[in-house]
């Protein structure tokens, strides 16, 4: 009697479920895809990914999203990462569940290796919040929150500078903040610099006010222009009492401020590891103040010299034996080698140099303008950015002049034409006034 042989079909190949869920942890979707269940993977695959995309898009380019990013930056970390992370643990749990597999002798395996898989998942979202949360605090220290209050004599609807649509020129008032152990108080703004970006020519301009020039504080009277904070007496009042002070000085409008404790500056040179300073002349103070409201003798020689951070400090507010213009001119040098110094270290550094220095700094520039603010900034040259510092007529050797020193009983003062500080500040900013560059 012939008997046939009776062909037996191929067993299908045992899927772990465990090793499903490992690979949907690595990969959303991919534990799917290897239990053969294409559409679904591909289609969990695409939902975060998509999902990312779209908020990512409306977070850096549409304006209003950013602004609320930014300003509530904690409650987003919390939705954004909660919400991958529950999302990530559902797609897990699928590929764990999925039926059909022959056998169940590895069970006991499977749901060891899944319970090791969350366990790793929730650390590394655990991981990516604390990181995130560290960056959404300096993001809520930095960006002044809005409808904030501001000083006497000011109506609502006159608490911050007018708005900047990305195509006009932008002026930004730096304020470099001094606040002293012994007098609190005091807060006085030694450096006032304000920075006018051009984002159409791709130019820059610095100009510096030296701190004794003799300004109408609106509600206040006139006084040297470094006293504004002291004014104020509040540090939520007095960036904007600055503001709206040195935008009727100089005729021009102001679009923002940023307020930058000198712990920062000297932070933010430590973290870059230094700035080359060219020395032009010797430095020399015998009674350049220090913490403890003493003083102490500092000394920088020509040259060229790498300066950590407390040495730039020095170098850039010694003024005992020089003047404010000297001084004014060094500070902006020390400006100019930090931003040097951080472009030799790329934009890889600048999360460790946030957190280092992101509580120390204090803008109310609006965070839905950011992304064209930096594409701007980093499209201009070093070669593009002029500096100059309001100088005083008494220097025969000044090729332009704007202020007259007066020193009498009541102190010292720097008396400024106004005329003329209003013409050369049009004429820097365009680019047509004497100038420098480093």
């Known amino acids: 009697m012939y008997r046939s042989e009776v062909r037996r079909l191929p067993r299908p190949a045992r899927r772990s479920s465990g090793f499903a869920a490992l690979l949907s942890a690595i990969v959303p979707g991919l534990g799917q895809m290897y239990r053969s269940r294409w559409r679904?993977?591909?289609?969990?695959?695409?939902?975060p990914f998509v999902g990312f995309v779209l908020f990512a898009a409306a977070a850096l380019f549409v304006g209003p999203v950013a602004s609320a990013v930014v300003r509530h930056a904690a409650l987003f970390v919390i939705l954004l990462v909660g919400g991958l992370y529950a999302f990530h643990v559902v797609i897990v749990a699928d590929a764990f569940a999925i039926h059909g597999e022959a056998g169940e002798r590895r069970r006991v395996l499977d749901v060891a290796l899944l319970l090791a898989v969350l366990l790793g998942l929730s650390l590394g979202y655990f991981s990516v919040y604390r990181h995130s949360q560290v960056w959404a605090d300096v993001l809520s220290a930095v960006f002044e929150p809005a409808g904030r209050t501001v000083g006497a004599g000011t109506s609502p609807s006159d608490t911050s500078g007018p708005g900047w649509s990305g195509h006009e020129r932008l002026n930004v008032l730096v304020l470099g903040l001094d606040t002293r152990q012994n007098d609190p108080q005091s807060?006085?703004?030694d450096?006032?610099?304000v920075l006018s970006i051009d984002p159409v020519a791709r130019t820059a301009a610095m100009l510096s006010i030296p701190r004794d020039t003799l300004v109408e504080i609106p509600g206040y009277g006139q006084d040297k222009i470094n006293s504004t904070f002291a004014h104020a007496g509040d540090l939520a009042k007095g960036p904007d009492l600055a503001r709206r002070t040195v935008s009727a000085f100089l005729g021009v409008p102001i679009q923002a401020y940023a307020v930058v404790d000198f712990n920062a500056f000297q932070k933010t040179i430590d973290a870059v590891g230094g700035v080359l300073i060219d020395v032009r002349v010797p430095v020399r103070d015998e009674a350049y103040p220090d913490w403890a409201a003493g003083v102490q003798r500092i000394a920088f020689d020509a040259g060229p010299q790498v300066m950590d951070g407390a040495s730039a400090l020095?170098?850039?507010?010694?003024?005992?034996?020089?003047?404010?213009f000297s001084r004014a001119q060094r500070q902006q040098q020390v400006i100019f080698a930090l931003r040097q110094r951080i472009e030799q270290k790329g934009l890889f550094q600048l999360p460790s140099i946030m957190e280092r220095v992101g509580p120390l700094v204090r803008t109310d520039f609006d965070p839905g303008n950011v992304l064209p603010l930096a594409r701007t900034v980093l499209g201009i040259n070093t070669k593009e950015i002029r500096s100059a510092v309001l100088l005083p007529c008494d220097d025969p050797s000044a090729s332009h002049c704007e202020l007259t020193e007066q020193n009498g009983p009541s102190g010292y003062y720097l008396i400024p034409d106004l005329a003329k500080v209003r013409a050369f500040t049009e004429q820097l900013f365009a680019g047509t006034a004497p100038g420098s560059t480093d």
């Open 314 to 324: 020095r170098f850039a507010r010694s003024r005992h034996e020089s003047n404010d």
């Open 191 to 193: 450096t006032m610099i």
């Open 40 to 47: 679904r993977g591909l289609l969990m695959l695409a939902i």
């Open 187 to 189: 807060w006085n703004t």
